[in-house]
T-cell receptor, first 113, second 114 residues
């Protein structure tokens, strides 16, 4: 099946630093999604990307849909303690349903005050 | 609340026992997904329900796993003869069919098989 490689696996940063994480795929996706999961909770959608080359922001978060359709990155600027959590990328193909919905293994973000 | 709810929050069981996990999706959402999240891993798709269509069971890891969705709403995931490797967080998500790719996740059920 399709594989998503998400990196880094974990990040230890100081409060106020910028963060960058990315996902690459061996195959094309039509949609890229970024989720955040906090302890004891389910993932929450942060940003959805629908077009190759699209750059979308949500507050301090910015994500881009790679032009090749095989990659995406997420940046967090000026990190704060509540940014701590696990960030997942997910790729999806048109038609909805379960086909093409693939998750990366997550990036654990730890922020030191 | 109006979100996806799951029960129980935590379940500890003995190897060989059967367990049932429940998901209440958001009202009006016709699509429902079950995922498994093992420690340090991403989400592994298990099964997908869409309206009255036959479910997509392609992600179920073995015939010990089954799920049903009654009346197009509540879903139950059943694991028979549990094994220690079944220990994981089981997440449910619902979505408006043909929607904007927004799956809403429940808080999950943490299953520990001793």
């Amino acid at each position: 099946g399709q594989q998503l490689n998400q990196s880094p696996q974990s990040m230890f940063i100081q409060e106020g630093e910028d963060v960058s994480m990315n996902c690459t795929s061996s195959s094309i996706f039509n949609t890229w999604l970024w989720y955040k999961q906090e302890p004891g909770e389910g993932p929450v959608l942060l940003i959805a990307l629908y077009k190759a080359g699209e750059l979308t922001s949500n507050g301090r978060l910015t994500a881009q849909f790679g032009i090749t359709r095989k990659d995406s990155f997420l940046n967090i600027s000026a990190s704060i303690p509540s940014d701590v959590g696990i960030y997942f990328c997910a790729g999806r193909n048109s038609g909805g349903g379960a086909d093409g919905l693939t998750f990366g293994k997550g990036t654990h973000l730890i922020i030191q005050p | 609340g109006a979100g996806v709810s799951q029960s129980p929050s935590n379940k500890v069981t003995e190897k060989g026992k059967d367990v049932e996990l429940r998901c209440d999706p958001i009202s009006g959402h016709t699509a429902l997904y079950w995922y498994r999240q093992s420690l340090g891993q991403g989400l592994e798709f298990l099964i997908y329900f869409q309206g009255n269509s036959a479910p997509d069971k392609s992600g179920l890891p073995s015939d010990r796993f089954s799920a049903e969705r009654t009346g197009g709403s509540v879903s139950t995931l059943t694991i028979q003869r549990t094994q220690q490797e079944d220990s994981a967080v089981y997440l449910c998500a619902s979505e408006i069919a043909g929607g904007v790719e927004t799956q809403y996740f429940g808080p999950g059920t943490r299953l520990l098989v001793l």
